[in-house]
């Protein structure tokens, strides 16, 4: 949203609040046009997150793609956040940085993508530093707030008499939160696989087997029999399942016989695959990314004009309504510096589709990290949780660049600011197993022993579940704990009597009651 007047800085500007750091001047810094305002920022605490907002406007133009960079003392160049500023009003960026250790010192300004010579204005700029241990308490506030709720268990006679000393047992059995990761056609008859694979996650999405070119290789010869014994397991097991894709726009990954169609016959095929994918499947899946990564490519459009893919989401809910249609991108939270995938980017192809029409529900993120900007990942989750739609983490890995010890620290860092957001409804790891290894991160060896990632995801499972407790009622006859949302049984015995009862938590800001009569 642009406004006429900007407004206050976020945490009255934090160290930006009584310090002039601002360098008014134009300069160039090894080749890069950089152009005033910029500011100097010094005595910076390496491993300290730094939460940076302002609000932009442009002259010169009437809209054009802005972003913040951090240049360091190590000559480091870095995006810190992005804005589509407008002309004649301010718009608010958002996002943030973590200094290396190596860094203390680093001039933080604005350029447009194209670094075209337009003229920026800012005001309203905040930059608060937050300490490790400061971040992860707002995580973990996050989570007791949005995750867990409160429950008082009352436990009276059958006259209605409080009973205190009552033995009250609880058990979460089921979790509310979905959590899982892509599975290939490699859990096929694995029992060890799928045990494994049972015993830790609600939630599967299909790495392949359901793409164009794995269900269709050659025209008209549809073998789903891969998709149907996996989409089995997970319904034999209560998995909720994703439907990953119908269409994926990068050439690349569309079968070779569908880029030699002609235009009415690529119309034709594209309308059987939809039909025949989505009526098969109808019910089935819980969401579809319809047109996969169309921030980045665009094969339909180009080949059957601007509403290609348009169209898809309107053929796709006329034909399983129940389904929540995805956009699903990557580069949106794990970087600023693409710019075909910004968070205004994804807002506004967002809007047109909804504009034009289509049932566009669901926000999908990717998530394939390199070196996680934690900041910079909660600035664009706060900034898409304005559209009021559910925010799925649909890919999560660590980029295999990395040794096995730091894509755990990084996994970690990402899951705990993933499940603390109130707007994030689901993640899904990118991890399925494959003799080879993984796409780019693996939970385990081939003999399922867990790797350092798979140890942080079991620690975080644990930790992210109320497990079993027991205590006694009060002299009020109530028992009160404090559990992770999901489905519970609940027992209790006093002297020889015992009463069960089950128990759903899901959210809500009020204390849940739940009375048992003996």
């Given at each position: 949203?642009?406004?006429?007047?900007?407004?206050?800085?976020?945490?009255?500007?934090?160290?930006?609040?009584?310090?002039?750091?601002?360098?008014?001047?134009?300069?160039?810094?090894?080749?890069?046009?950089?152009?005033?305002?910029?500011?100097?920022?010094?005595?910076?605490?390496?491993?300290?997150?730094?939460?940076?907002?302002?609000?932009?406007?442009?002259?010169?133009?009437?809209?054009?793609?802005?972003?913040?960079?951090?240049?360091?003392?190590?000559?480091?160049?870095?995006?810190?956040?992005?804005?589509?500023?407008?002309?004649?009003?301010?718009?608010?960026?958002?996002?943030?940085?973590?200094?290396?250790?190596?860094?203390?010192?680093?001039?933080?300004?604005?350029?447009?993508?194209?670094?075209?010579?337009?003229?920026?204005?800012?005001?309203?700029?905040?930059?608060?530093?937050?300490?490790?241990?400061?971040?992860?308490?707002?995580?973990?506030?996050?989570?007791?707030?949005?995750?867990?709720?409160?429950?008082?268990?009352?436990?009276?006679?059958?006259?209605?008499?409080?009973?205190?000393?009552?033995?009250?047992?609880?058990?979460?059995?089921?979790?509310?939160?979905?959590?899982?990761?892509?599975?290939?056609?490699?859990?096929?008859?694995?029992?060890?696989?799928?045990?494994?694979?049972?015993?830790?996650f609600n939630a599967a999405v299909f790495e392949n087997e359901l793409k164009w070119y794995a269900t269709e290789p050659d025209p008209g010869k549809l073998n789903y029999s891969l998709a149907d014994q996996m989409l089995s397991f997970t319904r034999a097991n209560k998995i909720i399942t994703r439907g990953h894709n119908i269409f994926w726009e990068d050439p690349i990954y569309t079968p070779a016989w569908v880029r030699n169609l002609s235009s009415d016959d690529l119309k034709t095929a594209v309308n059987s695959r939809i039909q025949s994918l989505m009526c098969k499947y109808k019910e089935e899946f819980i969401h579809w990314d319809v047109s996969n990564e169309m921030l980045h490519f665009d094969f339909y459009e180009q080949?059957?004009?601007?509403?290609?893919?348009?169209?898809?989401?309107?053929?796709?809910?006329?034909?399983?309504?129940?389904?929540?249609?995805?956009?699903?991108?990557?580069?949106?939270?794990?970087?600023?510096?693409?710019?075909?995938?910004?968070?205004?980017?994804?807002?506004?192809?967002?809007?047109?589709?909804?504009?034009?029409?289509?049932?566009?529900?669901?926000?999908?993120?990717?998530?394939?990290?390199?070196?996680?900007?934690?900041?910079?990942?909660?600035?664009?989750?706060?900034?898409?949780?304005?559209?009021?739609?559910?925010?799925?983490?649909?890919?999560?890995?660590?980029?295999?660049?990395?040794?096995?010890?730091?894509?755990?620290?990084?996994?970690?860092?990402?899951?705990?600011?993933?499940?603390?957001?109130?707007?994030?409804?689901?993640?899904?790891?990118?991890?399925?197993?494959?003799?080879?290894?993984?796409?780019?991160?693996?939970?385990?060896?081939?003999?399922?022993?867990?790797?350092?990632?798979?140890?942080?995801?079991?620690?975080?499972?644990?930790?992210?579940?109320?497990?079993?407790?027991?205590?006694?009622?009060?002299?009020?006859?109530?028992?009160?704990?404090?559990?992770?949302?999901?489905?519970?049984?609940?027992?209790?015995?006093?002297?020889?009597?015992?009463?069960?009862?089950?128990?759903?938590?899901?959210?809500?800001?009020?204390?849940?009651?739940?009375?048992?009569?003996?």
């Amino acid at each position: 949203m642009c406004k006429e007047y900007a407004e206050a800085p976020l945490y009255e500007g934090g160290i930006m609040g009584n310090v002039d750091q601002r360098i008014q001047q134009r300069f160039d810094n090894h080749a890069e046009r950089v152009y005033s305002p910029a500011y100097v920022l010094q005595n910076l605490t390496p491993n300290n997150k730094y939460a940076f907002s302002c609000w932009v406007k442009i002259n010169g133009v009437d809209s054009a793609l802005i972003r913040a960079r951090f240049s360091t003392n190590n000559s480091t160049f870095k995006c810190v956040g992005t804005v589509l500023a407008k002309s004649g009003c301010w718009s608010f960026l958002k996002g943030g940085f973590v200094p290396d250790s190596s860094s203390t010192f680093g001039v933080l300004f604005f350029q447009s993508f194209d670094e075209s010579s337009i003229e920026i204005s800012v005001t309203g700029s905040s930059l608060q530093p937050f300490t490790p241990q400061q971040w992860k308490m707002h995580q973990d506030d996050g989570i007791r707030r949005e995750r867990k709720r409160m429950v008082i268990v009352h436990v009276s006679d059958a006259g209605g008499q409080r009973v205190p000393g009552a033995i009250v047992t609880v058990q979460q059995i089921s979790k509310d939160f979905p959590f899982g990761s892509a599975i290939a056609k490699t859990i096929i008859g694995n029992l060890p696989y799928q045990n494994w694979f049972v015993k830790r996650f609600n939630a599967a999405v299909f790495e392949n087997e359901l793409k164009w070119y794995a269900t269709e290789p050659d025209p008209g010869k549809l073998n789903y029999s891969l998709a149907d014994q996996m989409l089995s397991f997970t319904r034999a097991n209560k998995i909720i399942t994703r439907g990953h894709n119908i269409f994926w726009e990068d050439p690349i990954y569309t079968p070779a016989w569908v880029r030699n169609l002609s235009s009415d016959d690529l119309k034709t095929a594209v309308n059987s695959r939809i039909q025949s994918l989505m009526c098969k499947y109808k019910e089935e899946f819980i969401h579809w990314d319809v047109s996969n990564e169309m921030l980045h490519f665009d094969f339909y459009e180009q080949r059957l004009g601007p509403n290609a893919s348009l169209d898809f989401f309107h053929t796709a809910q006329a034909s399983d309504p129940q389904a929540t249609l995805f956009m699903n991108d990557f580069n949106v939270i794990e970087t600023c510096d693409d710019g075909n995938s910004t968070v205004d980017t994804y807002v506004s192809r967002l809007k047109e589709f909804k504009k034009g029409g289509a049932i566009l529900e669901g926000i999908g993120l990717e998530g394939h990290f390199t070196t996680p900007n934690l900041p910079l990942m909660r600035a664009v989750l706060d900034k898409l949780a304005t559209l009021n739609l559910p925010i799925w983490l649909t890919e999560i890995d660590i980029s295999k660049k990395l040794d096995q010890e730091t894509q755990a620290i990084y996994l970690e860092d990402v899951l705990r600011e993933g499940f603390s957001h109130p707007s994030v409804n689901g993640i899904m790891l990118w991890t399925a197993l494959h003799p080879n290894g993984c796409y780019q991160m693996c939970l385990t060896d081939n003999n399922l022993r867990n790797l350092p990632a798979g140890n942080v995801v079991d620690q975080l499972l644990q930790e992210w579940e109320t497990g079993v407790v027991t205590g006694q009622t009060d002299d009020h006859g109530a028992y009160i704990f404090n559990g992770f949302l999901g489905e519970y049984m609940v027992s209790v015995q006093y002297e020889n009597k015992t009463a069960n009862s089950t128990l759903s938590l899901c959210r809500g800001d009020e204390t849940k009651h739940l009375t048992i009569q003996l």
